[in-house]
């Protein structure tokens, strides 16, 4: 029952098909607990979740379910059978209690007897109640757990490949409506956190629109503290068209849109289209002229078309 690796399957792309074909998920949470790996001599267990249940865009909700299961069994539990009179069985499945017992010794020094916590996880009834709990063991937190146990805290993420944040179905969305499609609500003492992770490139296809946009306006004023863009991957505006013989560039698209009062960790890189090329007239005898180059961003943008005479003497 040791859980050295969780592998969370999510974002299902066909319900017809199998639950258990690994390429039927788009995305996947690994969670590895090392210390659990080396107290069992090197032995990895795997715990394997096929999750029709977790959108493609609810990341936070497959973090929190491998550091859940990898804390809850880090440890290999034991398994402990006692029975109950009728006038004390009021423990039912499910329900935590301490056992203390000739039998619940400290599996580390000074191997004393103590209180050990259980879990009820089955309950017969015949002459008194009869109950099968296993021992209650939650290690500690790893780092990629992103603080899954806090109650306030709520991460929206941001992977791959992103056209204007796009939900689903492919259209644009701003960062609250994002948040919207994770979590239920929002209350002044919750933790916001959207984290564009090391997969992100997140940008915008049209050079008059932002890659990413926080709200239609003031829409995360609730919270007692600002939400966080927490930038591990890129954010690019478009690229710049490029000038057209005897014609103008155009400038670059924007990044972010600041609709709200934010925090900012930004440890990947933010940056706006650049701007496209201008055209090119010679200056010697050939009077050859050539279009502006296409600037880079996001989605570098076509050069510009035409040409002057290319005759040479």
Known sequence: MRVSNVIIRFGQRDPTKKRDDSSNY???????????????????????????????????????????????FEEMPRSINFNLDSRDADVWTGQSMAINSDLTLRNSAPYDRFCMPVQVFSVGESKDYQYQALEHTYGNALPEDEDSDDPNYRPVYISGQTIRI???????????EAYDSVWPDLLAAYNVVFIFDLSCVAGSDDITEYAVVTS?????????????????????????????????????????????????????????????????????????????????????????TGSGPSTFS
């Open 26 to 72: 788009k995305q996947a949470q690994v969670r590895i607990t090392p210390l659990s790996i080396v107290k069992y001599g090197g032995v990895e267990k795997y715990r394997i979740i096929n999750s029709r249940w977790i959108s493609n865009g609810n990341r936070a909700a497959a973090i929190r379910l491998a550091a859940r299961r990898g804390r809850r």
């Open 166 to 176: 796009e939900d689903g179905a492919g259209n644009p969305q701003t960062l609250r």
């Open 216 to 304: 239609s306006g003031n829409e995360f004023a609730v919270l007692t503290t600002p939400i966080l863009l927490d930038v591990r991957g890129l954010i690019a505006g478009k690229g710049g068209f490029g000038a057209d013989v005897d014609g103008t560039a155009a400038a670059g698209g924007p990044a972010i849109s600041l609709d709200d009062n934010i925090r900012l960790t930004n440890t990947g890189v933010i940056v706006g289209g650049g701007g496209g090329g201008n055209f090119q007239t010679s200056t010697d005898v050939t009077d050859a002229d050539a279009a502006g180059g296409g600037g880079a961003g996001f989605d570098n943008s076509v050069v510009g």
